[in-house]
Nanobody, 115 residues
Framework: QVQLVESGGGLVQPGGSLRLSCAAP????????LGWYRQAPGDQRDLVAS???????NYAESVKGRFTISSNKAKTTVSLQMNSLKAEDTAVYYC?????????WGQGTQVTVSS
C-alpha cells in the first residue's frame, strides 16, 4: 500500500494564501488522475480539484478562480495553490492518486482559515 505524503497546511487569515503539496514515495504505474479532497467536521469528503493525465483540470464551483491544481510530468507530486481563502475553506485536505487498480490517499493536512 502506498501512503502519499502531504505538507503545507496551517492557519491563515481570510484572504490569505496557502500551497499544499503531495508526494508519492515511489512511482505509481498507470496514473490517470490526481486530486485534492477536503472534509470539514461532520461533512463528507468532497472533491476540491482534480487533474487528469492529459492535463485537463476540474474544480468544485466553490473554489473556481481561487484554487489551482498542478502536477509534475512524472506525476509523482500534486500541488494545490489556494488564494483568497475563506473561512468556509477550513477543512482537512487529502490528496488522491488513481490508477486502474485503485486509489491512494494521503494522511490529510489541516487548513484553518480564521482571523
Amino acid at each position: 500500500q502506498v501512503q502519499l505524503v502531504e505538507s503545507g497546511g496551517g492557519l491563515v487569515q481570510p484572504g490569505g494564501s496557502l500551497r499544499l503539496s503531495c508526494a508519492a514515495p515511489r512511482t505509481i504505474a498507470g496514473i490517470y488522475a490526481l486530486g485534492w479532497y477536503r472534509q470539514a467536521p461532520g461533512d463528507q469528503r468532497d472533491l476540491v480539484a482534480s487533474i487528469r493525465s492529459n492535463g485537463d483540470t476540474n474544480y468544485a464551483e466553490s473554489v473556481k478562480g481561487r484554487f489551482t491544481i498542478s502536477s509534475n510530468k512524472a506525476k509523482t507530486t500534486v500541488s494545490l495553490q489556494m488564494n483568497s481563502l475563506k473561512a468556509e475553506d477550513t477543512a482537512v485536505y487529502y490528496c488522491n492518486i488513481r490508477n486502474p487498480w485503485g486509489k491512494y490517499w494521503g494522511q490529510g493536512t489541516q487548513v484553518t482559515v480564521s482571523s
